[in-house]
C-alpha cells in the first residue's frame, strides 16, 4: 500500500481471504472511483490454492508442500470462513444451502451464455471504461 504513495493515490492493504475485509476495501475504491476521486490501490493479501501455470502441475515438481497446501484450503478458505461468519451471526444451514444452490446455478447459466457468446470485436474495448482520457 505504500507503493500508492508513489502514484499519489491511497493504497490499503487487506486479509485476502477475509470476505468482509475485501468487500469493505473494494466499496471504498469503488465509490471513490465513481465519485470521480480516481483509483485505489488494494493490496488483497491471499493465497493462491493453485499453480501459477498448468506446467508446474504437469511436471510433478510442486514448490510447495500439498500438506501445506492443505492446511490453507481446510483453515483459510475464504468461502469456509464467510461461512462460518453467517453461522455465527444466525444464518441458518438451510439458507446458506439455498444460497449455494443459487450460486450454483447462476455460475452454471454463466458458463453456459458465455460458451454460447461470440467473442467480443477488439473495437468495442473501450466500451466499459469508466474515463476517456488516461494522463500521461
Wanted: hydrophobic share 40%; aromatic share 8%.
Amino acid at each position: 500500500a505504500l507503493r500508492a504513495a508513489g502514484y499519489g493515490i491511497p493504497g490499503e492493504i487487506v486479509d485476502g481471504q477475509d470476505v468482509s475485509a475485501v468487500y469493505q476495501s473494494a466499496a471504498y475504491a469503488v465509490t471513490r472511483a465513481r465519485a470521480g476521486q480516481g483509483p485505489t490501490l488494494i493490496v488483497a493479501n491471499t493465497y493462491r490454492f493453485d499453480e501459477h501455470n498448468i506446467g508446474l502441475a504437469v511436471s510433478g515438481e510442486p514448490y510447495r508442500q500439498v500438506a501445506e497446501v492443505e492446511a490453507h484450503k481446510r483453515d483459510r478458505d475464504p468461502i469456509l470462513l464467510y461461512r462460518t461468519v453467517l453461522l455465527e451471526e444466525g444464518v441458518n444451514e438451510e439458507t446458506l444451502a439455498t444460497i449455494e444452490h443459487e450460486v450454483a446455478q447462476a455460475v452454471t447459466q454463466a458458463v453456459q451464455f458465455a460458451l454460447a457468446s461470440p467473442m467480443p470485436r477488439p473495437e468495442t474495448l473501450p466500451d466499459y471504461m469508466f474515463v476517456s482520457t488516461i494522463a500521461r
